[in-house]
């Protein structure tokens, strides 16, 4: 197989699968390296798992992943890089949790003090930052604890740490929340390496300071629409990879209409995506049952236009969390920066994000309206516009946030299957990042890692 | 879309994916019925998981599933109808055990009385089968207990509930050789449906009444080939499907070579490899969720070909269960019938097997040969011919014996993803089966299931 130095279409010198911030990352740092890239995406747009839309009156939302942490360093140097402004989430006034009894109940700040459950809540999170503490971040394999805590479920802990059910109730909706499954889905390795990842628990799940406090002015896409837009025609749309053939001396690389031959491959997709991918010869199975144990997520965010943020008048953030046996788990206010209409978003997780999509649209309408009703008001069961997003039917990424190895994968897949290069094949996406793993800026960091990789390890 | 009552090659009523027992099963009720059918194999062989070898000297030797049990009715009967002959599994002398501490003690019958760990193993196993009365083997979701007990895995719930480490040691390696996964890789739910299916545990354990009581004197594939012989030019080999179109009115499938209309698709592939096939329009996510989150298990089979059967001469089974730090997790008599060579049959299951089989050949062979001298003397270490099969490196099935449902997948997509067609997709395989679920058994069971909905709902 031969490379050339220039992109001409069918050999470059490394080829990217995927448009989303790790492959438009890796392409970056290649180009600002001088070596010669090319992006293949199979959908229509750049972004991956973060989507940006504009509604009617320009209201803008985010259909996947949106904000931005003070600690999420490459994301926010990336969004300077190239001018997209941010602004503080909407955190004024009061929070309302919601419980099955009907009453709404509520707090200010970062957490409730006091009401069910809480001070055994609070306990259980310190407990895992302290076993998280533990984790080596950059060889997780390594941890000393890792098959005793790869080989139980979050669930088992729960049960056998935390006696109060309405504390392993409000962990229940941190755990959706955050990892988009159920607690019996992932191991308890698994929430403690992510955990340690972001730098603990409180940044996972707080606004001020931590990983939710900043949006995008033009939405979270709008750092990668810039991104691909320096990266010209580097990057390539409507391209699906099917097949890609590897050998020592480079890949070939197919999509429906071309071949493209190249030293070296980085393979950026969602993992949903790249678990479908061809490969010949067969990758490891170390890799393969990495991927294969590595589930994707189970997310919808549904946004609610209203002609004003009218929640604001009545002293209330917009922010709620849903304890009964509602499908809606979290709601939060994504008006635009400048409040031209009111939105709010809300977030179906997991376990009940399976049975609600599952319903007719009138159905599910119906069903989060009535739970906005239950807690903003009659107002709130009236938008003038209403959208939603299903990531587990997206056709590209099969899911989100983030794919979360099975329990015992960490444990017997994850030295040689976590993000070790395969040949020629090299890996990058978010769930290979050691910072912020499952995140944006930890897809960036992913790329920025693969790049490395390729500039170091190429042949002259 | 047209359908023609010919299997033209292009237009077919049925299209079945995947001619291992359960493909197979599917096309001959479907063809014993009247109703054209066209199977598609993507490899050069009929039988899937079962694929018989013949070594020099003629000796026979299964590389993948072998035996046969005496409520495995319908295995037995498509055997007959093909006159397959069985004979027993060798099973006389003393069966070893073999301990970290070197020592290797001899047992017979069904299991050892006294030794470390045996009373508490006896009472877990019983009380596996008292929880497993309680599953609902039509439909498993409906079983009471479905959340708690697909909520913990079977590592915890073994922790929990048997305080002797011995005991622990000897439910490990059950559940290594009968899921070939570690008991921190399934949910407790999934193992009580698994021994439910089969009618025990004894019986997935077992030789004389049970699933290993007989062999077949061709090679367990023989029966595949009779079937496929009979099925004549509807099976098609070498046909590998990459993509299945699927509407109301009908279904293409398209190979690399040539594009089938169809009525009706059944997928009857390993579960490795349906998840990896590519549907427009997209499949919903329950099913999706329910394949992606069943990943296959690990074992290579092992067969060591000796002049005789020296260990019979011994007074030894040539059975010998290995407890210690080794690679071989259980050893077998592998003998022909006729006894014209003397065989043993090594398996080196789950997270051991990934770690051996990462060696180099030369590493891999010594590790296996050094075990089976500890068993049974230097004899063992000398065999004039060594074959490997590592399923997870097999191309087609992805792994092996199984796919497994991790923890929460049972409670979370069971109901909607285990086996309901999806439109004119029907599903086949083992793992589809209310009975002997992962056996050859359940696999003849689930073609029968899927060719009974296409003949019951059939347009005219």
């Known amino acids: 197989m031969t490379t050339t130095s220039q992109p001409s279409g069918d050999s470059v ?26 992006v293949l995406e199979g959908s229509e747009r750049v972004g991956g798992r973060v989507h940006t839309g504009t509604l009617d009156g320009g209201v803008v939302v985010d259909h996947g992943g949106q904000w ?3 600690t999420q ?15 503080p989430t909407y955190d004024s006034g009061d929070h309302l949790e919601l419980w099955a009894d009907g009453i709404c109940r509520p ?44 080989g139980e479920t979050v669930a088992s802990y729960f049960d056998r740490t935390v006696p109060d059910e309405d504390a392993r109730r409000r962990l229940a909706l941190a755990v959706q929340g955050v990892w988009t499954v159920e607690p019996r889905d992932i191991s308890l390795f698994h929430l403690l390496f992510y955990v340690a990842s972001a730098g603990g628990f409180d940044q996972l799940m707080e606004t001020q ?31 699906a990879v099917r097949h890609i053939e590897h050998a020592s001396d480079g890949v070939r690389i197919h ?5 493209v031959h190249a030293s070296h491959v980085v393979v950026a997709t969602s993992p949903g995506a790249a678990v479908r991918l061809r490969f010949t010869p067969a990758l490891p199975p170390s890799r393969n049952r990495w991927m294969e144990r590595s589930p994707m997520g189970d997310v919808t965010k549904i946004h609610t236009v209203y002609e004003t943020p009218f929640w604001r008048a009545s002293g209330l953030s917009g922010q709620a969390t849903v304890y009964g046996n509602h499908s809606v788990g ?17 977030f179906v997780y997991a376990e009940r994000q399976q049975r609600w999509s599952a319903r007719t649209a009138a159905e599910r309408r119906a069903d989060v309206l009535a739970t906005l009703r239950e807690i903003f008001g009659d107002e709130a069961a009236n938008p003038v516009q ?42 990058a996406g978010s769930e290979t990042s050691s910072v912020w793993n499952g995140y944006i800026d930890g897809a960036i960091a992913s790329g920025q890692r693969a790049a490395a990789e390729i500039i170091a390890g190429s042949a002259p």
């Open 107 to 150: 707090f200010r700040g970062a957490g409730p003090v006091g009401g069910p459950g809480v001070e055994q809540y609070i306990e259980a999170t310190e407990a895992i930052d302290k076993l998280a503490a533990a984790i080596n971040l950059d060889d997780p394999t390594a941890t000393e604890q890792l098959a005793e805590w790869d």
């Open 73 to 87: 360093h490459r994301l926010l140097s990336m969004a300077e890089r190239f001018g997209c402004a941010t602004f």
């Open 13 to 38: 010198h490394t080829v990217v699968i995927g448009a989303g911030y790790a492959g438009l990352s890796t392409a970056l740092s290649l180009a600002d390296a001088g070596v010669e890239v090319l």
């Open 209 to 239: 300071g931590c990983a939710q406090e900043r949006r995008f002015t033009g939405g979270a896409q709008s750092v990668a629409l810039a991104m691909a837009e320096h990266l010209g025609n580097r990057v390539r749309l409507n391209s």
């Open 68 to 70: 931005v942490g003070p």
């Open 330 to 346: 979290v709601v939060f206010d994504n008006s635009p920066e400048d409040a031209r209409a009111g939105v709010l978003v809300s």
């Open 386 to 427: 209403y959208t939603e997003k299903s990531w587990p039917e997206d056709p590209w990424a099969h899911g989100g946030y983030a794919a979360n190895p099975a329990p015992g994968v960490w444990v017997e897949h994850g030295a040689a299957g976590w993000r070790t290069p395969c040949g020629r094949v090299h890996w």
């Open 255 to 259: 999509t429906d209409e071309a071949v």
